[in-house]
C-alpha cells in the first residue's frame, strides 16, 4: 500500500509540474507576443488607445470638447457604451438625441457625442488592460511559488516508486499531494480566464465602432 500510494503521489507531482512549466513558460516574459510590452498576455498587440481614426471617417474631432459641459451628451454616451444594450436601442437613443438638436449645429453636437463615447471608451479599456496586466503578473507569481514548492517535495533518492516510506511520513506525502494538486488546479483554472478577458477590449473596440457607424448615419458633414 505504501508503495503504490507514494508512486501515484511521484506521478501526480511529475504530471502537476510538467503542466505548471507548460503553462509558466507560456507565461514569461521571455515568451510574450508583444516584445514592447512584455507584463501583456494576450495574443493581440497592446494598444494602448482606441484611435479616432480607426472608426471614425467624419469631421475631426480636435474641437469636438462640448460634451463635457453637456450632461445630455454625456449621459448617453455612458448608456451607448455599455455592451448589454442592444444596438437597435443604441440606434433609437442616437435618433432621438440627433432630433433634439438644432440643424445648424447638428452634426457638430453628433460629433461631440462620439467624442465622448471615444473618451469613456478608452477610460474603460485602460481599467481593463490594467486589470489583465495585474491578473498575469499575480499568475506569474503563483507558476512561481507552485516551482518553489516542487523543490521541497520528494526528490529521486528519497522517496519514489519503490521505496517505502516511513508509516509516520506518509500523512505528510498525502497532505503535500493533495496541497500540490489543489495549488495546480487552481493555477490552471485561472489561466484559463485570461483569454477569455483579452477578448474585452476588442469587444469595446467593436462596440464603439457600431455606435460610430449608427452617429454617422445621421450626420450631413
Known sequence: MTVLKNARFV?????????VALSFGALTPAAALDKDNPDWPCV?????????GTIWDGPALDKATGWQND?????LSAFLIVRRI??????AAIKT?????PADVRDQKLSELFAAVLSRTNDERKTVMAGIERFHKRQLARAKAIEKQGIVLPKDG????DKTVPAG???????????????????QERQQNIPI???IPQLMDERAGAVARAIRALMKS
Open 44 to 52: 493581440w498587440r497592446k494598444v494602448n488607445e482606441l484611435g479616432a
Open 97 to 101: 438625441y440627433a432630433d433634439d438638436q
Open 158 to 161: 528519497e522517496a519514489g516508486p
Open 197 to 199: 478577458a483579452c477578448e
Open 11 to 19: 506521478s501526480l507531482f511529475a504530471a502537476g509540474l510538467a503542466s
Open 169 to 187: 511520513e506518509i500523512g505528510k506525502l498525502s497532505e503535500a499531494d493533495e496541497k500540490y494538486a489543489w495549488e495546480v488546479r487552481i493555477f
Open 71 to 75: 450632461d445630455a451628451a454625456r449621459k
Open 86 to 91: 442592444k444596438l437597435a436601442e443604441v440606434e
